[in-house]
């Protein structure tokens, strides 16, 4: 029963880990901090794992949990981001863990300007980025669907603002 339980999670786990990624890479700039949120994340996932309800996706009780755990994980010490080096900065490729595929340039320059966000705007991105509608997202993080809109509305906005910044 627990060899089943083990195989069941390591399929599932590896058919998603792009989330794990995306919110490690997301939430921590530091090589060793993602490392040790990934690690946190999984260890979360596995505790949890007997709780998971097959009705619904997947994707979406990992991203829940992914993001509880980063927050979280990003409070306890909040000088995380003040460690990390311009070098760590410039480094941050959401897809970097996964080696399945070369982000292109602007791709990367996205999550890195995703990753200056504050902890909410963060996570409402990166769900966003993964086509989840905005009910979902409001579920997953305990605010209103309108606010979602009007947040991805803002966010978008800024994100324009900083590519052509950028490009400047």
């Known amino acids: 029963m627990a060899t089943t339980k ?20 997301a939430y921590c700039h530091n ?19 007997d709780n998971y309800n097959n009705e619904y996706k997947f994707s979406t ?15 306890k010490d909040n000088q995380r981001q003040d ?8 480094m941050v490729h959401i897809a970097d863990l996964s080696q399945d595929r070369e982000m292109s340039e602007d791709i990367g320059q ?4 995703i990753g200056q966000l504050d902890q909410l705007n963060k996570a409402i991105m990166l769900l966003y980025l993964e086509n989840e ?13 309108t606010n979602v809109a009007t947040r991805i ?10 590519f052509n910044a950028q490009r400047a």
């Open 153 to 162: 509305g803002r966010i978008k906005q800024t994100l324009r603002h900083q």
């Open 31 to 49: 090589q060793d901090d993602r490392q040790d949120l990934a690690q946190e994340i999984l260890t979360t996932m596995w505790l949890a794992f």
């Open 83 to 90: 460690r990390a080096t311009a070098k760590d900065i410039s």
């Open 6 to 25: 083990k195989k069941l999670f390591t399929q599932m786990m590896q058919q998603n880990k792009g989330i794990i990624y995306k919110i490690v890479n």
């Open 61 to 75: 009780w990992m991203y829940r949990i992914s993001l509880n755990v980063a927050i979280s994980y990003y409070r």
């Open 110 to 113: 996205l999550y890195q300007f």
């Open 133 to 145: 509608p905005h009910d979902v997202i409001a579920t997953n993080l305990g605010i209103t669907k």
